[in-house]
């Protein structure tokens, strides 16, 4: 298979613990997308990286999440000191920006499901 | 500030006819509007998109309208199938590839 792929698939936790998710792209993408998503919300914005540069992290996120692509291939996503309001699904997306961008389209996972007790 | 907006939660439509999904914008720097699908337990999956040069996209059964001066844009349907029961979300995008989602609408394709 060659999409997106996220693990691990569900994380229950208990609050004040550590989480760490992880993206493996499209191959040849050199963008990555972190997403979350609430119940009856659109995916809302976290972070995104060409290669391994972190473009852009949202206002929103606190400092508890931090998200690194260091080779610029798989990606990981870690919340510390996790709080019950984390709980959503983390959505990872690759495409293909820059010079070879086309439409935008990004290809996503099928997510990461967070619950925070 | 919710730059993609989706004013109709959920939409109920009869197998056959036409389903009119709407989408309104507020940064005219978005270059690429996109519609997205999603059934659940799965993630969202592209549909069709629209460059901002151009004023509607076909593509089978989907159609994409732009209203540049208006800020807004819809996605057609036609005709409705209960397959196309799922969640729509439409997203914008920004010259740096920044993706923006709207907050989505359910819509429901009654046998």
């Known amino acids: 298979d060659t999409g997106v792929s996220q693990d691990p698939r569900h994380k229950i936790t208990k609050r004040g613990q550590n989480v760490t998710f992880r993206c493996d792209p499209i191959?040849?993408?050199?963008?990555l997308y972190w997403y979350r998503q609430t119940l009856g919300q659109g995916p809302e914005f976290l972070t995104y990286?060409?290669?391994?540069?972190?473009?852009?992290k949202s206002r929103l996120l606190s400092d508890r999440f931090s998200a690194e692509r260091p080779k610029g291939s798989f990606s990981t996503l870690e919340i510390q000191r996790t709080e019950q309001g984390d709980s959503a699904m983390y959505l990872c997306?690759?495409?293909?920006?820059?010079?070879?961008?086309?439409?935008?389209?990004?290809?996503f996972g099928e997510g990461s499901r967070l619950t925070v007790l | 500030d919710q730059q993609v907006k989706q004013n109709s939660p959920s939409l109920s439509v009869q197998e056959g006819r036409i389903s009119i999904l709407n989408c309104d914008y507020t940064?005219?720097?978005?270059?690429?509007f996109l519609w997205y699908k999603k059934y659940p337990a799965e993630g969202p999956t592209f549909l069709i998109s629209?460059?901002?040069?151009?004023d509607k996209n076909e593509d089978g059964r989907f159609t994409v309208f732009l209203n540049k001066s208006a800020k807004h844009l819809s996605l057609h349907i036609v005709p409705s199938q209960p397959g196309d029961s799922a969640v729509y979300f439409c997203?914008?995008?920004?010259?740096?590839?920044?993706?923006?989602f709207g907050p989505g609408t359910s819509l429901s394709v009654i046998p």
């Open positions: 997306a690759s495409s293909l920006g820059g010079q070879g961008r086309k439409t935008g389209e990004l290809f």
């Open positions: 191959s040849e993408h050199n963008r």
């Open positions: 990286f060409q290669n391994e540069a972190q473009l852009e």
């Open positions: 940064n005219s720097m978005f270059d690429y």
């Open positions: 629209i460059s901002s040069i151009k």
């Open positions: 997203a914008a995008r920004t010259s740096y590839d920044k993706v923006i």
